[in-house]
């Protein structure tokens, strides 16, 4: 029996002869249910209609992306360290010349994931790997498909390779993360924000919501703290969450300029 995935969100569920009849994930305010209806795939479906698509964003990070675009289109990054690559946050489709390219690469020593909306098929690229998966404990009960790769980390910090360290931030979810690359931008330090912190349209400036489909904000409390807690940490870029959104430098200024600018509309009474 086939796993389904939820064309809408990209969340795969255990296998079983029919798709289930509902997806939490789309079904919490912080998702939506598409108007006709869940519609569910296949892996093999997915993988006939759907490529991977590689971009290298630097020396040692690339981006992977489905093409044609497929659930929330969000992208997984690639982190080489010398001591095994990461796998930072998931998408659901894992094609035969993905699987080649990160075994020539040299395989797999993690994965780790922002949030439960990019939670996909994490549990087979874990086992095409053999690696484990890191996800913070908050999150737990979004979990939709158990497996024994997945590792549950409970507290503020992990670091899961030298100089690759998990960061929970909360807001959007209570465990939501974010990964310091240390290595990153060359050497002046990255942020892989996944949409904790989100790389807005405005490629200088990042923002913060409860649902972003559906425009529900954070408190000014929960901004502040997020703002706070990433300023203990050295880093020139972030990297969000889809293709081309990159904050290519001053990246820890942008963080506190919006985070500032954000408190300042939350309580500003607008004419
Ligand atoms: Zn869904
Ligand atoms: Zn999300």
């Given at each position: 029996m086939p796993i389904h995935i939820c064309c809408a969100c990209g969340t795969s569920y255990p296998d079983a002869a029919e798709p289930p009849a509902r997806c939490l994930i789309c079904e919490d305010e912080?998702?939506?249910?598409p108007r006709g209806g869940q519609v569910w795939t296949t892996p093999e479906k997915l993988a006939g209609g759907h490529v991977n698509a590689w971009r290298q964003l630097e020396g040692?990070?690339?981006?992977?992306?489905?093409?044609?675009?497929f659930g929330i289109g969000q992208r997984a990054?690639?982190?080489?360290?010398?001591?095994?690559?990461v796998?930072?946050?998931?998408?659901?489709?894992?094609?035969?010349?993905?699987?080649?390219?990160?075994?020539?690469?040299?395989?797999?020593?993690?994965?780790?994931?922002?949030?439960?909306?990019?939670?996909?098929?994490?549990?087979?690229?874990?086992r095409a790997f053999d690696c484990p998966v890191h996800l913070h404990a908050a999150d737990a009960d979004w979990v939709m498909r158990?497996?024994?790769?997945?590792?549950?980390?409970?507290?503020?910090?992990?670091?899961?390779?030298p100089g690759v360290t998990l960061l929970r931030l909360g807001g959007h979810f209570p465990?939501?993360?974010?990964?310091?690359?240390?290595?990153?931008?060359e050497g002046r330090g990255a942020i892989l924000s996944g949409d904790?912190?989100?790389?807005?349209?405005?490629?200088?400036?990042?923002?913060?919501l409860w649902s972003y489909p559906n425009m529900m904000p954070l408190s000014a409390?929960?901004?502040?703290?997020?703002?706070?807690?990433?300023?203990?940490?050295?880093?020139?870029?972030?990297?969000?969450?889809?293709?081309?959104?990159?904050?290519?430098?001053?990246?820890?200024?942008?963080v506190e300029r919006s985070a500032a600018r954000y408190v300042e509309l939350l309580n500003t009474n607008q004419p």
């Open positions: 912080r998702q939506f249910v040692d990070l690339f981006e992977i992306h489905t093409h044609p675009q990054l690639l982190v080489r360290t010398p001591q095994g690559n796998l930072w946050d998931c998408i659901s489709s894992l094609d035969e010349a993905t699987i080649s390219l990160i075994r020539a690469l040299g395989g797999m020593r993690a994965i780790a994931i922002s949030h439960p909306h990019y939670y996909t098929c994490m549990q087979d690229w874990a158990p497996d024994r790769a997945i590792r549950y980390w409970d507290g503020e910090t992990l670091e899961i390779a465990g939501g993360s974010v990964l310091h690359w240390a290595h990153g931008a904790i912190v989100q790389v807005a349209a405005d490629l200088n400036r990042v923002s913060f409390a929960t901004v502040r703290r997020i703002a706070d807690t990433l300023a203990k940490w050295r880093f020139d870029r972030i990297y969000g969450a889809f293709p081309g959104r990159r904050v290519a430098t001053d990246g820890a200024r942008a």
